[in-house]
C-alpha cells in the first residue's frame, strides 16, 4: 500500500463535507462519542495553533460519467466534524463563557482558523476491506482490547469518572475485592458501573446497559453527588457489619446484591437499619449459604440464591434473585 502525507486546510476539508465530497461516516467507523469538554479542548487546540494528530483519508466512488469523486474520512471523524459544528454554531457543540463562537472572532482570527493546516494521510485507492483493516490497526493495541477498554478510549464523561474514582476507592482495595489482572483489564471498572447504573435503575444483564449509560452522561451527570452519598452510606453500612476477610460479601455477584440491597432499603425507601443486627443476619446467612455447597438444607431461598452464585452470575434473573433473597435477610434488621 503507497499512501501520501500532505496538509489540508480546515476550510478545504469543511468544503469537502458541504458539498459531500468528504464523506465523515463509513459503517466502521464509531459513533460520535466525544464530551462537550473534549469537544472544546480540541477547539481551543486549533484556536491557539497547536498542533493535532493526521487524520486518514481513501479514494471513495468516482462518477465515471462526470468524473466526480468523493474521499471517506477513514479515521478522524470526531475531529473533522467537531470544526464543522464550531464553524456553522451547531447546538451539539457548547460553547464555554471564556471562548469566542466562530462569527464573532475577527477577520484575522476567521481567516486563521480557516487556514489553520490539518496533517492528512491519503491511502489511495483502496477497497472497503483493506480500509476496514487500516482502522482497525490505527485503533487497536497489540492485544485484544475488551469492551470496558474500548468505553475507556471513548467515553470519559462524568458518570465514568465517576466509576473510575469508586474503583479506586480504599474500600475496595482493603478488602481485595479486585485482583491485579482485573485491575489491569479494568474488570474493576466495569464492576463499580455495574453498581452505579444498577443505583440508577435495576439490575440488568451482564454488561449490557454499560454503554448506554456512558453515552447518555458522557457530558452531564447531574445526579453525582447524589449517587456519592448514597454510596458513602452504602459503604458505611456494609464496613459497620464486620464481615470476615473470607467471607462472600467480597466475591463481586455477593457484594453487588448488598450495595444494591442495601440502597434501597436506607436511601430510597428510608428506612433506618440496625447495624448490628443487619451484620449478624448476613453473616448467618452467608455461612448457611456456603453451608448449602456440601449439604442441601431443603430450604428454597437459600437454594435459589447457592445456584446463582455458582451458574451464570452475571445474568440478570441470577441478580434479580440474589437480590431479593438477601432483602428478606435484610429487612429483618430494619427498626420499626
Request: net charge neutral; aromatic share 8%; glycine share 4%.
Amino acid at each position: 500500500m503507497k499512501t501520501s502525507a500532505e496538509n489540508r486546510r480546515v476550510r478545504s476539508l469543511l468544503n469537502g463535507l458541504r458539498t459531500g465530497e468528504l464523506r465523515p461516516k463509513p459503517d466502521f467507523q464509531r459513533k460520535l462519542v466525544w464530551s462537550n469538554k473534549d469537544k472544546v479542548a480540541f477547539i481551543d487546540t486549533v484556536l491557539r495553533d497547536l498542533p493535532f494528530p493526521e487524520i486518514y483519508v481513501a479514494a471513495g466512488e468516482v462518477d465515471l460519467v462526470t468524473a466526480a469523486g468523493t474521499e471517506m474520512l477513514v479515521d478522524g471523524q470526531q475531529r473533522v466534524t467537531t470544526l464543522q459544528q464550531y464553524f456553522t454554531a451547531s447546538n451539539a457543540l457548547k460553547l464555554p463563557a471564556n471562548m469566542k463562537p466562530y462569527s464573532e472572532l475577527s477577520i484575522d482570527e476567521q481567516t486563521a482558523f480557516l487556514n489553520y493546516e490539518v496533517a492528512v494521510r491519503n491511502l489511495g485507492i483502496i477497497n472497503t476491506d483493506g480500509i476496514k483493516e487500516v482502522f482497525r490497526r490505527i485503533n487497536s493495541t497489540s492485544y485484544s482490547l475488551n469492551a470496558m477498554e474500548i468505553h475507556n478510549a471513548r467515553y470519559n464523561g462524568p458518570l465514568k469518572q465517576q466509576a473510575d474514582e469508586l474503583a479506586q476507592d480504599e474500600f475496595f482495595s482493603a478488602h481485595h475485592v479486585f485482583s491485579a489482572a482485573e485491575i489491569r483489564r479494568m474488570r474493576d471498572v466495569i464492576f463499580t458501573l455495574t453498581i452505579i447504573i444498577s443505583m440508577l435503575s435495576t439490575y440488568f444483564n451482564r454488561d449490557d446497559e454499560i454503554e448506554q449509560y456512558l453515552e447518555r452522561y458522557n457530558d452531564d451527570f447531574d445526579r453525582r453527588q447524589e449517587i456519592s452519598e448514597r454510596l458513602n452510606k452504602c459503604k458505611a453500612v456494609i464496613e459497620a457489619c464486620a464481615f470476615s476477610a473470607k467471607s462472600r460479601a467480597w466475591k463481586k455477584a455477593d457484594l453487588l446484591a448488598l450495595f444494591v440491597e442495601i440502597d434501597r432499603t436506607i436511601n430510597k425507601e428510608q428506612a433506618i437499619l440496625d447495624n448490628e443486627s443487619l451484620g449478624r443476619n448476613i453473616r448467618n446467612f452467608y455461612d448457611r449459604v456456603d453451608a448449602e455447597m456440601s449439604q442441601s438444607s431443603g430450604d428454597d431461598a437459600l437454594q435459589s440464591y447457592f445456584k446463582t452464585t455458582v451458574q451464570a452470575t452475571n445474568d440478570r434473573s441470577a441478580r434479580v434473585v440474589r437480590g431479593r433473597v438477601l432483602r428478606e435477610v435484610i429487612l429483618q434488621s430494619v427498626q420499626r
